[in-house]
């Protein structure tokens, strides 16, 4: 299978309607049958040693497109897509992604108790689709991988909070998130 250019991989989005968006497998097989060039991601691509980066490819009413950079051993919280369908794609690299059930939850109180589910192995032939019944999950690029990784998130609405999840300490809270860059340009 050939690959394509991130910019024809987000025209492809951008063709979508408000129901393609609502459908999982839909999005899920334009991105197993797109792979995005990871030479054409160059340019999005921001790194940082102490945390993963969250960098803006495109952004419409229906959905954003971003690219995550993942240094060897780094990881998201446990976290939602605040009610949102989530893609993911690795172009470079490869990651896990570890889902959970939420059995209780208090926003009030700030506190929860979760339980992991299924894991995935995330690379440039298996991209993955967030279950909406049970959207809670955390991706991570293990040491014994050796190596960066970047994904690909398509998500279906953006939005810039989400749920976070401490399954030791059974807590959770919303964050506010940011982007690294946006369209190629760096944060100061």
């Not at 690379?123 to 993955?128: D, H």
């Not at 967030?130 to 398509?154: C, I, M, S």
Request: aromatic share 8%; proline share 5%; net charge negative.
């Amino acid at each position: 299978m050939s690959m394509i250019a991130v910019q024809d991989f987000a025209a492809k989005l951008r063709c979508c309607t408000e129901n393609d968006f609502s459908d999982v497998t839909r999005i899920r097989a334009i991105l197993r049958e797109n792979p995005v060039d990871p030479q054409s991601i160059e340019r999005y691509l921001v790194w940082d040693r102490q945390h993963y980066t969250r960098n803006l490819i495109e952004k419409t009413p229906l959905f954003e497109l971003m690219a995550i950079c993942w240094e060897v051993g780094q990881g998201s919280s446990i976290h939602n897509h605040k009610d949102q369908n989530c893609w993911m794609a690795a172009p470079i690299g490869r990651l896990v992604v570890q889902n959970y059930r939420v059995i209780r939850q208090d926003l009030n109180s700030g506190t929860c108790d979760l339980e992991p589910t299924d894991t995935i192995e995330m690379n440039a032939a298996n991209p993955c689709a967030v279950d909406p019944a049970e959207p809670v999950h955390r991706v991570y690029n293990p040491a014994e991988f050796n190596g960066r990784a970047v994904t690909l998130h398509v998500y279906s609405r953006p939005y810039d909070s989400c749920m976070v999840y401490d399954d030791q300490k059974h807590k959770c809270g919303e964050i506010k998130l940011s982007y690294t860059s946006e369209y190629g340009l760096a944060h100061k």
